[in-house]
């Protein structure tokens, strides 16, 4: 029996939702404020048309908007710096970046990118479990029947299979992937999406150059 029961009804239907190991009663119970956070960001978003339209440098507004309801929540980017010790030799091992970190909750969004960012975040939340810095991970990415939106706007092809998506996520999950590691994942469906017309030079201003440390287009 799983504890997806446990996310509210409203995001259910605004979201696909899929949980590995029980991550949602973890959240609830050893998690609660974070998870209440988590709710609350994913309640007040909305995928905007104007913001799909923009999107195309670096990283996307769809995740600069979600990532900056969490920073200003107090989560934050964190890369943990981690090590392996044999005898008195130490090898440095750090992780990957976590998009967004809290109590002992690992939160990454994956909007357009490669899908084996999918496979480094997996194993990222599993190595970070077995070390005990976190207690649950959290995907959002997009559901694929996204695409119908991104066809008639005209970027379909900025969306292609072999990026993120949830028919592309949810097989490595339930494959092991993130091993013992629980974990949730929301994809945005189209129930989320609102025409608010063309990009405004507000929103294309808002997209920053392009820095080559980071991701292409998270």
């Known amino acids: 029996m799983t504890t997806e029961h446990l996310v509210p009804d409203d995001l259910r239907e605004l979201y696909h939702v899929r949980e590995w190991r029980n991550a949602t009663g973890i959240l609830a119970t050893a998690c609660p404020d974070e998870w209440e956070e988590i709710v609350d960001v994913l309640r007040t978003f909305r995928l905007l048309r104007s913001e799909v ?9 769809i995740s600069r908007q979600l990532d900056s309801a969490f920073y200003q929540l107090g989560w934050k980017e964190t890369q943990f710096n981690t090590a392996i010790k044999v005898d008195d030799v130490e090898y440095a091992s750090p992780t990957h970046k976590v998009d967004c970190f809290k109590g002992k909750v690992a939160l ?45 706007l ?28 629980p974990i949730l994942t929301f994809a945005i469906t189209p129930k ?24 292409a287009e998270a």
């Open 53 to 61: 339209q923009a999107a195309g440098k670096n990283r996307s507004p």
């Open 108 to 152: 990454e969004m994956e909007w357009n990118n490669k899908d084996p960012f999918f496979d480094r975040d997996l194993n990222n939340f599993r190595l970070l479990f077995d070390l005990r810095a976190i207690d649950v991970g959290v995907i959002i990415t997009r559901s694929t029947e996204l695409q119908g939106i991104f066809n008639s």
């Open 154 to 181: 005209g970027k379909g092809a900025s969306y292609g299979a072999s990026t993120t998506h949830h028919t592309k996520l949810w097989p490595k999950v339930e494959g092991g992937g993130g091993g013992g590691c």
């Open 192 to 215: 989320l999406y609102i025409d608010d017309g063309q990009p405004t030079a507000a929103t294309v201003k808002q997209m920053p150059l392009v820095d080559p440390d980071e991701d």
